[in-house]
């Protein structure tokens, strides 16, 4: 079990960059895979990037070579870099963790949100 804090959304002007964080509580995080989602007003969640707990990352394809995820294990941080923003990235973004036993992600942090403007 981890818990999970969001930090780093903001306000910022279309083609700009912004940086989340996601800080997770637990000794075991290394053993876990990480992703981002995020959801805006009036539509589903939807899936942004992953990182596994080998290191291996994926992403949606509205965001691929826009969006950077990486992890530090020492500091139990995962992170995701966001450039060239569009106002169709604004959303509420979310941190969360998949333990690998099957149950998907099941610790999921508050969200920050983050707004593009035109």
């Known amino acids: 079990q981890v818990q999970l804090v969001e930090s780093g959304g903001g306000l910022v002007q279309a083609g700009n960059s912004l940086r989340l964080s996601c800080a997770a509580s637990?000794?075991?995080?290394?053993?876990?895979?990480m992703g981002w989602f995020r959801q805006a007003p009036g539509k589903e969640r939807e899936f942004v990037a992953r990182?596994?707990?080998?290191?291996?990352?994926s992403y949606a394809d509205y965001v691929k070579g826009r969006f950077s995820i990486s992890r530090d294990n020492a500091k139990r941080t995962v992170s995701l870099q966001m450039n060239s923003l569009k106002p169709e990235d604004t959303g509420v973004y979310y941190c969360?963790?998949?333990?690998?036993?099957?149950?998907?992600?099941?610790?999921w942090g508050q969200g920050t949100q983050v707004t593009v403007s035109s």
């Open positions: 637990g000794r075991t995080f290394s053993r876990y895979s």
């Open positions: 990182i596994s707990w080998t290191g291996t990352t």
């Open positions: 969360a963790a998949d333990s690998g036993t099957g149950l998907g992600y099941a610790n």
